[in-house]
């Protein structure tokens, strides 16, 4: 299995600019979640799905932020329009659920930066 | 909400050494799960070890262990023969059913292995 992949690895923006970041998560895998790194507030819980639907959005940081799931082998995360203050690596992570808790794998992270 | 506290933000071992990484949370919570990660330069998110809260027993995984104190809500992990590939950041996380399957994890301890 490939693991979970992400993309960009990297992406550079212009403030005001509208940035995807893509997810494909473990063949089988039902749950997805979407985290942010930052220096200052760690890593954060932003939103995550159950057989593609959005289950917490609690950590969405605001309406600029949106996240769709349309099927169990694709999710995207879209900044529209993005602010310096995004920058940040972005987690993508997938797990079966259930119990016991499976492991979530994580993809290796976006890197933005938003200028 | 659980909160994960994690009081050392950087730690140093020697090489063949041992360490121990302090790990605290707080939740009202009975049955809820408990992880190490793994964050090389990398930056992928690798789990070390995980401990289910019902177990009185703790986890062990090869070289890395935990001390698990329940009451105390102390989850500790201790790295024994330390080698330069432990050095990395180590993030303590929690899970539980009650609050979904997303991870909420501490703000992380640098560890710096040296030679």
């Known amino acids: 299995d490939a693991g979970v992949i992400q993309s960009p690895r990297h992406e550079v923006t212009e403030m005001g600019q509208e940035v995807t970041l893509r997810c494909k998560p473990i063949?089988?895998?039902?749950?997805l979640f979407w985290y942010r790194q930052t220096m200052m507030r760690g890593l954060e819980l932003l939103i995550y799905?159950?057989?593609?639907?959005?289950?917490?959005d609690s950590g969405m940081p605001e309406d600029r932020f949106s996240a769709k799931m349309p099927n169990a082998s694709f999710s995207t995360l879209k900044i529209q329009p993005s602010e310096p203050r995004d920058s940040a690596v972005y987690f993508c992570?997938?797990?079966?659920?259930?119990?016991?808790?499976?492991?979530?794998?994580f993809g290796p992270g976006t890197r933005l930066t938003v200028t | 909400a659980q909160t994960v506290t994690q009081s050392q933000p950087e730690m140093s071992v020697q090489e063949a050494e041992t360490v121990t990484l302090s790990c605290t949370y707080d939740?009202?919570?009975?049955?809820?799960?408990l992880f190490w990660y793994k964050q090389p330069p990398s930056r992928q998110m690798i789990l070390v070890i995980r401990?289910?809260?019902?177990?009185?027993q703790n986890a062990t995984e090869n070289r890395f262990s935990v001390n698990f104190q329940k009451a105390a809500k102390s989850f500790s992990l201790k790295i024994s023969d330390s080698q330069l590939g432990d050095a990395a950041m180590y993030f303590c996380?929690?899970?539980?059913?009650?609050?979904?399957?997303?991870?909420?994890f501490g703000k992380g301890t640098s560890l710096l292995v040296t030679p």
């Open positions: 992570a997938s797990t079966a659920g259930g119990s016991p808790p499976y492991e979530q794998y």
């Open positions: 063949s089988g895998h039902n749950s």
């Open positions: 799905f159950n057989n593609n639907v959005p289950i917490d």
């Open positions: 939740t009202s919570e009975s049955d809820y799960y």
């Open positions: 401990q289910e809260a019902y177990k009185q």
């Open positions: 996380a929690y899970r539980s059913s009650a609050s979904g399957y997303a991870l909420n």
